[in-house]
């Protein structure tokens, strides 16, 4: 079957639902789609649905600088978007971490949906896709731009940074000449949101570069629709201070900033580079384990009897 709900016809969700029994994640699952998307196409297609369960959902109670850091990871790693009278919030990762992180955040407002994802244009062809349907008073994150508020504030654009750096960013330690090197790194298409917060930067004193790394178009193992941009600190010193003021969730991004803060004295390479080898070993390790669990789950469901997208993993597999 090919990816999303946008062919099959009413019969075919009919049998499916009705007939087969599936649930409506399994459907999800099986065309690459959420949950609200299934919905969508069932109720176009004038498909009825069995008993429905609702969840419970929570009005936001955080606070500002909660809200900031939501904002930051919203713009950063999250598509967001209003679904009815809800605010559908989702991400596709292969991070366990960033999993950890978007369940942690949501969990207390809203039940999390996760299931696992097979795309062929997309290397690693598997991974997992997780969202949420939150209460309206999320709305703040419905937005694309960063509020005036946040720059206002240094307690608040902090909080901000943390989130979209959680989402964005890369902490890195590598050597220089026999020396260390640190670099506070933000890569992303969207330049309004790096340009701002390159503004706060050097209204704070920060010595950076803002550069496009890729024109739009170009393709390493990604194509990119915009120039592709990246900021990036690589004084010392700067990275070192800006660190010490973010307070990330993300359990990767608390690793590397770890790391730094600890290698603050070393001043020999060879002295550092078992750290940092040890650290970027275990999180590539996480990952292909995540990737390969998200393949197991999606071989579990489905069956290259009834499954088209089975056939297209296994020509994949004899290609690479």
Not at 177 to 195: H, K, N, V
Not at 224 to 244: F, G, M
């Amino acid at each position: 079957m090919a990816s999303g709900l946008k062919n099959v016809t009413k019969e075919e969700l009919e049998e499916l639902y009705w007939q087969q029994k599936l649930t409506l994640c399994q459907i999800g699952r099986m065309f690459s789609v959420t949950f609200p998307t299934v919905i969508y196409w069932m109720k176009k297609r004038g498909v009825p649905r069995r008993c429905v369960r609702k969840y419970k959902t929570k009005p936001f109670d955080g606070n500002e600088l909660e809200k900031a850091y939501l904002i930051g990871l919203r713009l950063g790693d999250l598509n967001v978007k209003l679904h009815r009278k809800q605010i559908l919030v989702r991400t596709s990762t292969s991070h366990l971490a960033m999993l950890e992180l978007f369940h942690s955040v949501f969990q207390r407002y809203s039940r999390v949906h996760q299931f696992p994802l097979f795309r062929p244009v997309k290397k690693p062809h598997f991974h997992w896709q997780v969202y949420t349907l939150l209460d309206k008073s999320f709305e703040f994150m419905l937005n694309k731009v960063v509020p005036d508020e946040i720059t206002a504030s240094d307690s608040m654009f902090h909080a901000f940074l943390a989130g979209y750096t959680d989402a964005e960013g890369c902490i890195l330690v590598t050597p220089n000449g026999q020396g260390t090197r640190f670099y506070f790194q933000l890569a992303s298409e969207d330049i309004e949101t790096l340009s701002v917060i390159a503004a706060k930067l050097k209204e704070a004193g920060y010595h950076f570069t803002l550069r496009i790394s890729a024109r739009k178009g170009e393709s390493h193992g990604h194509k990119y629709n915009k120039d592709y941009w990246e900021l990036r600190i690589a004084t010392k010193a700067d990275v070192v201070e800006l660190l010490k003021r973010l307070e990330f969730r993300h359990r990767e991004k608390i690793q590397q900033k770890t790391l730094v803060l600890g290698l603050q004295g070393v001043k020999k390479w060879s002295d550092a580079k078992e750290k940092v080898a040890t650290l970027r070993m275990g999180i590539q390790e996480e990952v292909n384990k995540c990737v390969r669990e998200a393949e197991e789950k999606f071989r579990q469901k489905f069956n290259e009897e009834n499954i088209t997208t089975v056939k297209q993993i296994n020509c994949l597999e004899q290609k690479t």
